[in-house]
């Protein structure tokens, strides 16, 4: 395998901004490939955080999108290499299929196979507050081999817009991935 496949699932949390700024930093990365999968909530929530034309933005970044019903997509497959996966953001239902295994759509079905793999599974779990079967939920994947990065703001590096939070947000996401790129996070310098 040449390229780097990441696979990234947009579920419908708050945070729709998100995917977006994670999918032009994709971009800008040579020998990367996207695979793009979109949940029916997540078209909602696009619309109405980031506007009407958002869906289409972000469907127009992906090297290749993939329907949320088409289970037999490459990505659906363990034996489709990938890099890895981000859930961006990550919504209470599938944080909650994910953990269960009920891989009853594509994005779920391709996380899943991330743990199976043993692949990086990146979740962006959004919700506030959190009930016991959430954090039960979150305790499960991590369990499991997934790593659980809330997309809570750093104050430290004193943000002055939203866009400076997400853009910090999709750059720390992005690290995790690991890929064999300079960081995309400005380190923290003491
Ligand atoms: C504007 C909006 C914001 C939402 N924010 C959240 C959220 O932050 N976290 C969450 O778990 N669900 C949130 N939801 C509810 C989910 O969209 C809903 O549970 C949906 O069934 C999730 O489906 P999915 O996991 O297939 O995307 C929100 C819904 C809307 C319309």
Redesign the pocket.
């Known amino acids: 395998m040449s390229r780097m496949r990441i696979v990234l699932g947009v579920?419908?949390?708050?945070g729709a901004a998100i995917p977006l700024r994670i999918l032009e930093r994709l971009q800008e990365i040579e020998d990367v490939e996207t695979h793009l999968v979109v949940?029916?909530?997540?078209r909602?929530?696009l619309s109405?955080e980031c506007g009407p034309g958002a869906l289409g933005r972000l469907l127009a970044m992906a090297t290749e999108n993939h329907p949320i019903r088409d289970v037999g997509a490459t990505i659906a497959s363990g034996s489709f290499r990938t890099t890895g996966m981000i859930v961006a953001p990550c919504?209470?239902?599938?944080l909650a299929a994910i953990a269960t295994g009920i891989a009853d759509n594509l994005l779920v079905r391709a996380a899943d196979v991330h743990l199976k793999e043993r692949r990086r599974l990146i979740l962006l779990a959004?919700?506030t507050p959190l009930h016991l079967g959430h954090l039960r939920n979150m305790c499960s994947v991590a369990e499991m081999g997934a790593v659980v990065m809330p997309p809570v703001p750093a104050f430290y590096h004193r943000p002055e817009s939203v866009e400076a939070i997400v853009d910090h947000i999709a750059a720390r996401t992005i690290d995790l991935l690991g890929l064999p790129i300079p960081p995309l996070a400005r380190e923290w310098e003491g």
């Open positions: 579920s419908g949390a708050s949940s029916d909530a997540a909602r929530t109405h919504s209470m239902r599938t959004r919700e």
